[in-house]
């Protein structure tokens, strides 16, 4: 299935604001590093795949 390039903004703005609240908001000296690898939209929009990687 080829990826839209609508879909591949939306997850593109999606990363940045899951990786900003991840900053800013939730991630604290204790809950080790997390990162948003990857975000992947169906073809509806509808829908978002959040791939995290997790270390400590």
Known sequence: MNTTLRQKKVASLIKAELSRLLIEGIQDSTSG??????????????TAHVYL????
């Open 53 to 56: 990687s997790t270390f400590g």
């Open 33 to 46: 590093l997390i990162t948003v690898t990857r975000v992947e939209m169906t073809p509806d929009l509808k």
